[in-house]
């Protein structure tokens, strides 16, 4: 068989903005721009369901999850269309009331619950997005590995998506690290990254499930890490040291060492930061392995890159090779996946994922909250560092995590990007704004603030999010991917928000599960 | 608009955009560093003020490079500010 190259595979298995379906897709979000992201996912999950040979008939004959990556859950179309307000939102703009079925609509905008309703799974099968920035995708594979290892799946529909929208192309412009040409990961002439769409899905589903339906697995996620810089909002910690130990992470569960990998799909924006720490940490760990960048021909899909490199990732590791894919975002996220053979000789874990270094230090309570933090950042920062006096001792802060859980994340500062480029679409928008619109600016000002350095998530989801934080957390401390995690949920009420909700109430909970 | 005016209105815009709480106009000297020692503020507050510049005072900022010296100060933004003004035709 041919080898396979990053060319290749994109060619193979990337479909730019997915114009023709495949299979049968609901004519719902056909044509309808503030569902474009739903309906880039809806072909790429119909797909694969196809390729595993699975019906949404057989689907309910098990337990299945949803697990998706997405930069804003979906709020971003659902505000503006290009330049224009969608209707929902320009009706509020006008009387400052939304309609009742309007709201009922925006609830049910979170892609994971989206798919799950829309294969008519249970009310209570898990269904949450991840909202990590850009690493999302990677991490949402990672936490559906995590449901299939501690049984409470037998199936995950794992990956992410993300339709192009006006809100990121301004940011990114406006924090000058846009490329109108497409982008060139790596080279020394690079000047910024070129955004794409798209959505990608893989199918995650037990040995026992496997053996009962009579199918052979070939492939499997054989590690995830994910570790945080605790280091700034948009750039990377320059030693790289959070995405080395979310690499060391991912090596460790797995069982394999670095010389077994035999190609890496890095993360390769074309920023100068990002592909620089990434340039370093990689070439240190992988003197030897190709590294196949991807961005340049799919463009940067924001949370969907992290599963559509995995995809990739996957696709090269057919032929037998041991694939490592890596992440970074924005507030420090940094992630992991090894994918390859599921009878690759491994050596069993011991110990603890990430080495473990300098012990965790408790943030002085009533620290005044850092300056650029947004509302929604401020009540997480607060939360966080109240809950991390309960961290017990002698533990190593790279093996403190933070699960952060919310159903609406920083929408208000969504609708006050938005309203930016309303104002005036000609002339550039805040920076600083645009870098608080991600969910997880939150989360990286709590880790910052309170000094965690270990696996940090920001959960979406409308139902159970707070349990479904918990659990996983829990899942992390009993396979030993953390020694203690800060978990808990952060809302906050917003103008809009109380048109589309009125009963909503600013939540700000949190706790901590720990080792015994 | 005379050139005091001016540095009192980048003041408080950067006073505003960068939630700089506990800094008034008149704390800021004109001659301090912004980054730094002074005002500590970081690359994600220089693009800020790159847009500051562009929304509020209508300069053309393309030839504006990372660690240029027009963010050396106060002083330093209100002559690139003066500067884009008199070529205006």
């Known amino acids: 068989m041919a080898k396979l190259t990053a060319d290749s595979v994109v060619r193979t298995f990337f479909h730019p903005a997915w114009t023709k379906p495949v299979f049968s897709v609901s004519g719902e979000t056909e044509n309808r721009p503030d569902l474009r992201t739903l309906h880039l996912l809806a072909q790429a999950v119909d797909r694969a369901l196809a390729q595993a040979g699975l019906s949404p008939g057989a689907l309910r004959t098990m337990h299945v999850g949803v697990c998706l990556g997405t930069t804003v859950g979906c709020q971003f179309c659902t505000v503006l269309n290009d330049l224009r307000p969608t209707p929902a939102y320009g009706r509020f703009l006008e009387t400052g009331t939304a309609d009742p079925q309007e709201g009922a609509d925006f609830l049910s905008r979170n892609p994971a619950e989206w798919i799950a309703h829309w294969l008519g799974l249970p009310e209570d099968a898990p269904a949450v997005c991840v909202t990590n920035a850009c690493s999302s995708g990677s991490d949402a594979i990672g936490v559906a590995s995590f449901w299939i290892r501690n049984g409470c799946c037998d199936l995950v529909i794992a990956g992410g998506c993300d339709s192009l929208s006006a809100i990121p192309y301004s940011g990114f412009s406006a924090l000058g690290v846009y490329s109108d040409d497409p982008c060139k990961p790596f080279a020394e002439d690079r000047d910024g990254l070129t955004l794409g769409e798209g959505a990608g899905i893989l199918i995650l589903e037990t040995a026992e499930s496997l053996r009962v339906r009579g199918i052979s697995r070939s492939l499997a996620v054989l590690g995830y890490g994910s570790n945080c810089d605790a280091y700034h909002l948009t750039a990377p910690d320059p030693s790289g040291d959070g995405l080395r130990r979310a690499v060391l992470s991912a090596l460790t569960e797995a069982g394999v060492s670095p010389s077994q990998i035999t190609a890496i799909n890095p993360h390769g924006t074309a920023t100068r930061d990002n592909d620089a720490v990434e340039q370093q940490v990689l070439g240190e760990l992988f003197p030897a392995s190709r590294i196949l960048p991807t961005k340049d021909k799919t463009g940067h899909t924001l949370g969907a890159a992290g599963a559509i490199e995995a995809v990739f990732a996957a696709e090269l590791a057919r032929d037998g090779g041991t694939v490592l894919s890596t992440s970074l975002a924005f507030g420090g996220s940094n992630a992991a996946l090894v994918i390859g053979s599921a009878d690759l000789p491994r050596t069993p874990r011991t110990g603890g994922y990430a080495p473990a270094d300098t012990p965790y230090e408790k943030p002085t309570p009533g620290k005044a909250t850092p300056r650029r933090a947004s509302g929604f950042a401020k009540l997480a920062v607060e939360g966080v560092c109240q809950a991390a006096q309960e961290i017990p001792e002698g533990i190593a802060r790279t093996r403190v995590g933070l699960i952060l859980a919310t159903s609406f994340g920083a929408h208000r500062e969504t609708f006050a990007f938005a309203d930016e480029l309303l104002e005036a679409p000609e002339l550039p928008p805040s920076p600083l704004r645009f870098s608080h619109t991600v969910h997880n600016a939150a989360a990286a000002y709590a880790t910052i603030a309170a000094g965690i350095h270990g696996p940090c998530l920001t959960l979406c989801a409308f139902r159970n999010v707070r349990e479904r934080a918990e659990e996983l957390a829990r899942c992390w401390i009993d396979n030993g991917f953390a020694d203690a995690v800060v978990v808990g949920q952060v809302d906050e009420v917003s103008s809009p928000l109380v048109c589309f909700v009125p009963t909503l109430e600013n939540v700000v909970q949190f706790a901590v599960i720990a080792r015994r | ?89």
């Open chain 2, 1 to 89: 608009m005379n050139r005091d005016e001016l540095k009192r209105q980048l003041k408080e815009f950067i006073i505003e955009r960068l939630s700089l709480e506990s800094v008034t106009p008149e704390s800021i000297d004109d001659d301090a560093p912004l980054f730094g020692d002074g005002l500590q503020l970081d690359s994600l507050d220089a693009v800020e003020i790159i847009v500051i510049l562009q929304r509020k005072f209508h300069c053309d900022v393309k030839q504006i490079k990372k660690g240029s010296e027009i963010f050396r100060s106060i002083n330093a933004l209100a002559d690139f500010i003066e500067s884009q003004q008199h070529s205006e035709p």
